[in-house]
């Protein structure tokens, strides 16, 4: 199946995530050649990782320069259209870790994100949207982390119970709770 397909696939769960889903399978059809770029300026694809530990009460964060907040782990597909290929690759790129697994294979949340302008790499990058997908991961808690220094500048085990005492994006508390109650159904 391939990505456009898998989006298509994924059963929102309420009027907002369904919204979002046809936002994005909309961006895809209006931009095939360039929406898993960063070339699609007004949105394109991005995967995260919800990484868990083994007794799922810990997920790993790291400190985002630019959000200035502990946020998940994801990227840009980069025009790569595995998207959970992409999703494990930045969890390992962000953090360090080696050993990083999907807890399911399949999407579990579809969001669009605002990113506000910054400056990247010494670059303007104005406001655009990230199409997020994302799934859910879990790694041993017992391996080495690591900053990704153009990224991050922290990267740890934060409790479940308390991500938004982390995090400085309220935007985000919704994304997260959703995540960690698809988490909590899983076997």
């Keep these: 199946m391939n990505y456009r397909e898998e989006i298509a696939a994924y059963r929102p769960r309420g009027e907002e995530e369904a919204a979002d889903q ?6 895809i059809e209006h931009f095939p ?15 995260s990782g919800f ?19 502990w946020a998940w782990t994801g990227g840009h597909a980069d025009g790569a259209p595995d998207l959970l290929a ?3 690759r930045e969890a390992r790129e962000e953090t360090g870790i080696l050993r990083v697994s999907p807890l399911s294979r399949e999407i579990a949340g579809l969001d669009v994100l605002t990113v506000p302008g910054h400056v990247k790499r010494g670059k303007y990058v104005p406001t655009h949207l990230h199409l997020s997908v994302s799934y859910l991961l879990a790694a041993p808690e ?19 119970s308390e991500i938004e005492s982390y995090s400085s994006e309220p935007e985000m508390y919704p994304v997260y709770r959703k995540l960690v109650e698809r988490m909590r159904k899983l076997p």
């Excluded at 046809?22 to 961006?27: F, G, P, Q, Y």
């Design 51 to 69: 990484i868990v530990n083994e007794t799922r009460d810990k997920t790993l964060m790291a400190w985002h320069n630019i959000y200035r907040s």
């Design 142 to 160: 017992d391996q080495p982390l690591a900053v990704k220094s153009d990224e991050n500048s922290g990267v740890r085990w934060i409790p479940i």
């Design 33 to 47: 050649d360039t929406v898993l770029t960063r070339e699609c300026l007004a949105g394109h694809i991005t995967s």
């Design 86 to 88: 992409v999703a494990l």
């Design 22 to 27: 046809a936002l994005i399978l909309s961006m």
